[in-house]
């Protein structure tokens, strides 16, 4: 009954690698986003859609594609994978666009080798 | 300058002490404030909003000056379980890209028998 689950835990890769991380809600929520998290903790929006339509795009490569089939669902697919795209990748959900309390996964812990 | 600052700590307190983070924010602009929790090797949670007037919630106090552009956290009597990252976020506004949460690096805080 986990509220928002994320797959993998963890993804191990090589450079230049084309990986995907998946996303779900079970609660129901309209807004979902993707967040990165870096060695030093900093918390970053990368994207936010609402009922399955981009409303926030951050600066962020375009190697990052993200895909929302229904509004369950969120996932993250990165090509040409670099040294510098590990981190922690988290998924979240809000009730609504407002976002006023947001529920994250456990997250994505991505290490390019 | 960075849009949300914190000290980062580390913070190591006994059990039983009075601690308090502070966090400030270089958007005037900003409307809404909150303080989240994050374990170690875990998601963030949210721990409480923080509104103009001060709020309480059980051992927990946030306090909000919009002159000074400035957030706190009060936590009293700490417990070993109040071991944590504490992550002060900011919402810009209500509208596009505005309305993302923007966080702190976080403050760590470790509680002592």
């Known amino acids: 009954d986990t509220a928002v689950s994320q797959t993998p835990k963890y993804l191990v890769t090589q450079m230049g690698n084309d990986k995907s991380i998946k996303c779900e809600q079970n609660?129901?929520?309209?807004?979902m986003y993707w967040y990165k998290q870096d060695s030093k903790k900093f918390l970053k929006i990368m994207f936010s859609y609402n009922n399955k339509e981009l409303i926030i795009n951050e600066t962020v490569p375009n190697r990052f594609s993200p895909k929302s089939p229904d509004k369950a669902h969120l996932n993250l697919h990165i090509n040409s994978l670099e040294l510098g795209d590990s981190a922690v990748y988290f998924c979240?959900?809000?009730?609504?666009?407002?976002?006023?309390?947001?529920?994250f996964g456990p997250g994505t812990r991505l290490t390019v080798l | 300058r960075k849009e949300v600052e914190q000290d980062p700590g580390p913070f190591n307190v006994p059990e039983g002490a009075t601690v308090a983070f502070n966090c400030t924010y270089s958007?005037?602009?900003?409307?809404?404030f909150f303080w989240y929790r994050q374990d170690c090797r875990k998601e963030p949670k949210l721990l409480m909003s923080?509104?103009?007037s001060g709020n309480e919630d059980g051992r927990f106090t946030a306090q909000l000056n919009r002159a000074s552009q400035y957030i706190s956290l009060l936590i009293r009597d700490s417990k070993l379980s109040d071991s944590a990252t504490y992550l002060c976020v900011v919402r810009g506004g209500t509208s596009g890209s505005a309305r993302q949460l923007t966080f702190g690096s976080g403050t760590q805080l470790t509680v002592l028998p």
């Open positions: 958007n005037s602009a900003s409307q809404s």
């Open positions: 609660l129901g929520h309209d807004t």
């Open positions: 923080v509104y103009s």
């Open positions: 979240a959900s809000s009730q609504d666009i407002s976002g006023y309390e947001q529920f």
